[in-house]
């Protein structure tokens, strides 16, 4: 009897995935840690490589999105025509694949590839003591135990974190445990304690400055993905394949205003998203996609004036 591939399988594989990459980052963000020894700045430095190691991608990207907004120009153009005859359309558009010497999945393979890592990424730097310390995580849920014991409050999701934070009092709890001696992780940068998490600080005022940033930075880069959008799409030629260009004219709109709908409603939902998470995570987390954001930002800029076919 064949074996089934079932979701529980892909699951344990995604999990795998991204456990190998966290430990790969945390090793790397452990020792940039280690060399400037304040954990903001290493945030900021390690994200700035992987944003270099990961720059060949973001480019053949950059070029598939660029070469699919034309195509998207011509495939409308086959779907009209063809609209009552599948079967011509799916061979078509193969011929114009062809042609134009593209696969429908391209860019594929790099946004999983970017994906993987970025939750590889959200991974480790929501759980630094096992990814980076290298901590088990037997002695962790003790460390855990031992503040809810004594009343102190821990966050499930981010609860490493916490035992960053109370490091010093766990560190009389248990005077004789080497791992909580080699826990080196200084959280104060530019005057914010990046283990607060806002919602759990609603009185500090401080806390919401990344978050702020955060949101801000997540606004400004839909912005300028759709404006680039919006300037491939003026810039593609509608070839004239009937002669009912009324029809053809009012066929184009009703898609046109489709996505402009679809572009809207993205732009009010990816801020609204940034405020509900920046606002339950860890500022240091939130540095992470601050600084990321802030990166991909001028990175698309750049890439847009150098790539222009």
Known sequence: ????????????????????????????LNFINNFVGNYGLAIIMFTILIKIIMLPLSIKQQRTMKKSSELQEKMKVLQFKYK????????????????????????????????????????????????????DKTQIE????????????????????????????????????????????????????????PQQNLGDWTVYIIPVLYIISTFISMRITTSMQNKDKKKDDVIDITENK?????????????????NKMMSWMMPIMSVSISLVAPLGLALYWLVNNILMIGERLVLNKIIKD
């Open 1 to 28: 009897m064949a074996y089934v591939f079932s979701f529980q399988d892909n699951k344990y594989l995604y999990n795998l995935c991204y456990q190998f990459f966290a430990n790969i980052f945390g090793y790397l």
């Open 84 to 135: 009552n005859d599948p079967e011509k359309l799916n061979r078509e558009m193969m011929d114009l694949y062809k042609k134009e010497n593209m696969s429908p999945f391209s860019g594929c393979l790099s946004t999983i590839i970017q994906f993987i890592l970025l939750i590889s990424i959200f991974y480790m730097v929501r759980c630094p003591l096992t990814y980076m310390e290298k901590i």
């Open 142 to 197: 003790s460390y855990v135990q031992q503040l809810k014991d004594d009343g102190m409050p821990v966050n499930q999701a981010y609860s490493e974190i916490d035992i960053i934070r109370e490091v010093d009092y766990l560190k009389e709890k248990f005077p004789e445990d080497e791992n909580l001696e080699k826990i080196n992780l200084n959280m104060n940068f530019c005057g914010l304690d990046l283990s607060k998490i």
């Open 246 to 262: 009324g029809e053809k004219e009012e066929e184009r709109n009703e898609m046109e205003d489709a996505m402009a709908q679809s």
